[in-house]
């Protein structure tokens, strides 16, 4: 049986100079592990995490490893793959420098460098498109016509193009309208299934989480307090900041039981 891809982080400390946002951090994603979600308060070092794990903020202490090596110091060639097999969004991922770019040439750009990283079964562009729920006419659209929530949608088709392994998800839908987002929680959670793309997203939207994720773990005082069902952690309020968001959100915990 050959080996799945893993994303495995032991022990991470650490954050910012005299910040240890995160104090012993575990977590380990495989590719076609059921999709996770990551919640808790601001401030309390989700995009630090998320940093780790790209490999682009180093912990004091503990290691990110993806198959073995360390995301923080991969040679080249692993590095190219590891961007290729291990996409991260966030709310802020999509910038664009060229007024003539259509969504069609932003694809084809993204689904060439999955070429380059080893990613040769790219996914078709209208697949991608309807995953994000938009339809095939965006594809001739000047991505400086679209909204904002229109290019955060582009922005996840361009995650999803190389087929990943792995998808990180930081705060992905925000500009998008919630009606667009539940529509698209249902087809993205279709495709990453058929894919065999673990899936790990990060996010304030409790709603979105408990729509797409089967497990979540609750961030606080710098590590996972609480894990399970999106219900049983927000019912259980075993930490106190579990407690606050539940009391803040009484009907959303009654929904998620």
């Known amino acids: 049986m050959t080996a799945r891809s893993t994303l495995l982080a032991r022990d991470l400390w650490g954050g ?6 995160l104090r012993g951090v ?11 979600g990551i919640v808790g308060p601001s401030g309390m070092g989700k995009t630090t995490l998320v940093r780790f794990l790209r490999g682009t903020l180093r912990p ?11 995301t923080a ?22 910038t664009i420098t060229d007024p003539q770019l259509t969504v069609t040439r932003y694809l084809k750009s993204a689904l060439a460098e999955a070429r380059k990283g080893g990613r040769t079964h790219a996914t078709p562009i209208e697949e991608l498109l309807d995953a994000v729920a938009l339809e095939e006419r965006y594809a001739k659209r000047n991505m400086l016509t679209l909204s904002g929530g229109e290019r955060q949608r582009v922005a996840l088709a361009v995650a999803l193009a190389t087929r990943p392994e ?17 529509a698209m929680a249902r087809r993205l959670a279709t495709l990453t299934g058929r894919l065999g793309t673990a899936l790990v997203l990060v996010s304030h939207d409790l709603e979105l989480v408990e729509r797409m994720c089967t497990h979540v ?3 606080a005082d710098g590590t996972f ?12 309020a075993e930490h106190e900041a579990i407690r606050e ?11 998620f039981r």
């Open 73 to 94: 110091k991969m040679p080249r060639r692993d590095a190219k793959a590891f961007k290729a097999e291990v996409r991260f969004m966030s709310q802020d991922s999509l």
């Open 245 to 255: 968001i539940a009391e803040a959100a009484p009907l959303a915990v009654q929904r």
């Open 26 to 36: 575990n977590l380990t994603v495989t590719a076609g592990d059921a999709p996770v």
């Open 217 to 219: 773990h609750f961030l």
């Open 166 to 182: 792995i998808l990180v998800l930081d705060e992905p839908l925000t500009a998008v309208d919630p009606q667009a987002r539940g």
């Open 16 to 21: 910012y100079p005299g910040n240890e946002v």
């Open 225 to 236: 307090v609480s894990s399970g069902p999106l219900g049983e952690v927000l019912a259980k």
């Open 60 to 70: 004091s202490r503990g290691t990110v490893t993806y198959n073995g090596r360390n």
